[in-house]
Each structure stands twice: as structure tokens, then as C-alpha cells.
């Protein structure tokens, strides 16, 4: 059975929601970051509930209602991923559209919360932006044999550039280089930090070239092929560098889910590939 372009961008919201919704209820998520914070949230709290901030801070209620919080958009991510799966095979388009939308305003909170929790680097939030832009493609999409080609991929190849420039810029450190892609780097091709930083450099150079390159007629197949294989490369490097065979459950229970709702960053470019091919014969039909 050969796949189609839409099934993988039904693939990838499924793969993006399950891992997320695993994540969530294993290891929470960063919503105390913002929660937590005196200056954002001690208006609300003295002015709005008539509560101190010591008061709420230190209460164990606060505590349990975030944890009861994040369980529920772990059960809403969950039932989301399955959605996205049967898309075409559920009827109750109101409900579908309803559930993603409700889990795409999740996943913007969770961007906007991983902001916050590094110190207002909004790169974090764009690299986001694949995993944002699948989901998006089911909640606007009323029937996908007629949708506008063009303008999707059009903003698929926006939303991979969007991600993978943000990659390159802090692979090659222009910014700064997050621990864990030199310790992944590190673990995995066994070399020293220096040649790590090095080498990160040049791939973060080529993810920025490759992103730039999506938007050249003559250099678009070869960018999304190397985007596609990169993309896969660099999930599979989170269960890769974190596996140990002494530990093997455990290695999965915390590294793999990171792996999954990364394959998008391959896989969407995949499907836009191969959207782009259909586009591209549907032209030369009609010329």
C-alpha cells in the first residue's frame, strides 16, 4: 500500500499528541514556569482571588490543581492523537476540529512555558513550529483532494524553515550551544567537545542553508532530502544518546517519547516532498 502525503500528516499530529500526552503524564510539564513566577502571576493572585502569594506559592492545593491540570491535557493530547489517526474515518467534524484545536492551544502553551524556562529564548518556541504546523493542517483542512496545493506547500516549506533555522543557529552557536547537543554529539560519535562544537557548526550551517535552499525552485528536492534524513537522524540521536543496555526499560520510558514526537521534523518534509511531486505532475498535465 503506498502512502499518501495526507496520511503522514495524520501520522505526524499522531506521533507529535501521543508523545506529548506521554511526556505529560510520566514527567508533567513546564507550566509551573510561568504558574510559579511572582511578577507574572502575584496581580492575578492578590487581585483576582483576594490570595497572598505566599499563601498560594506555598499551598499544596496550588501544587495538586497543576498536577490534575496536566493530567487533563495529558487524557486531551491522548484522545487527539487518535483523532489525528482516523481523521478521515470520523464523522463529527465539530468534535475533531474542537479536540485539536484544544490540543494545539496546549502545545502554544507549552512553547510559550519553555520560553519562560529559558530565560525568554524564543527560539525554543520556533523550533516548535513543525510540530504546530501538522496538527494545523487537520483543523483547516475540510477536504483534502481539494485543497490548495501550492499554498500548503507553501507554508509547510515555511514551517520546516522555521524549525530547522532556529536548529542551525544554535548548533553553530551564534547564540549559544545547548548542553545536550554537545553531549549527544559526544556519546554518540565518541569524539572530544572541541571537535563536537566543530562539527555541530558545520551541520548547523547546512540546516540554515537547507532551509534557505526550500525557497529555490532548482534546489528544493535536493534541500527536503537532506532535511528529511536529518530530521529522522537527529530524533533517533535523543534514544541513541540516552540508551543503556544495563537500563534498557528505563532508557526507553525517558528517551524515547523524545525521539517520537521529534520524527515529524522528518517526516512532514516527506510529505511536502511528496506533495510538491503531485503538484509538480499536475502541472506538466495541465502544460
Known amino acids: 500500500m503506498k502512502l499518501k502525503p495526507f496520511f503522514i500528516i495524520q501520522i505526524c499530529a499522531f506521533l507529535i499528541f501521543i508523545a506529548r500526552a506521554y511526556q505529560f503524564y510520566f514527567f508533567g510539564a513546564p507550566f509551573r514556569a510561568i504558574l510559579w513566577d511572582e511578577s507574572l502571576m502575584s496581580p492575578i493572585v492578590e487581585n483576582v482571588f ?32 487518535f ?34 524556562d529559558k530565560n525568554y ?30 499554498k500548503l506547500i507553501f507554508w509547510l516549506k515555511v514551517s520546516i524553515a522555521m524549525t530547522f533555522i532556529p536548529h542551525g543557529l544554535f548548533a553553530m552557536g551564534l547564540i549559544y550551544v545547548p548542553g545536550h547537543f554537545i553531549d549527544m554529539t559526544i556519546k554518540i560519535l565518541g569524539v572530544t567537545e572541541t571537535q563536537s562544537r566543530q562539527l555541530l557548526f558545520v551541520v548547523g550551517f547546512l540546516d540554515i542553508l537547507a532551509a534557505a535552499f526550500l525557497f529555490i525552485p532548482k534546489l528544493v528536492k535536493s534541500a527536503f532530502i537532506y532535511i528529511i534524513i536529518w530530521g529522522i537522524l537527529t530524533a533517533f540521536a535523543r534514544i541513541v544518546a540516552g540508551f543503556n543496555s544495563d537500563f534498557f526499560l528505563n532508557s526507553i520510558h525517558h528517551f524515547f517519547y523524545l525521539t517520537v514526537y521529534r520524527l515529524p521534523h522528518g517526516l512532514l518534509p516527506l510529505a511536502t516532498l511528496m506533495l510538491y511531486g503531485i503538484y509538480d505532475k499536475t502541472l506538466k498535465t495541465k502544460y
Open 50 to 81: 483576594n490570595t497572598s502569594w505566599f499563601d498560594y506559592a506555598t499551598s499544596s492545593k496550588t501544587d495538586t490543581g497543576i498536577g490534575i491540570l496536566t493530567l487533563f491535557f495529558s487524557i486531551i493530547l491522548f484522545v487527539s492523537a
Open 83 to 116: 483523532v489525528s489517526l482516523f481523521w478521515k474515518q470520523i464523522p463529527y467534524v465539530k468534535f475533531k476540529k474542537s479536540i485539536i484545536g484544544f490540543s494545539l492551544f496546549i502545545l502554544f502553551v507549552l512553547g510559550i512555558c519553555m520560553v519562560k
Open 121 to 150: 529564548d524564543f527560539l525554543q518556541f520556533f523550533e516548535l513550529t513543525i510540530q504546530f504546523a501538522a496538527p494545523l493542517v487537520l483543523f483547516f483542512t475540510k477536504d483534502f483532494e481539494t485543497l490548495n496545493k501550492q
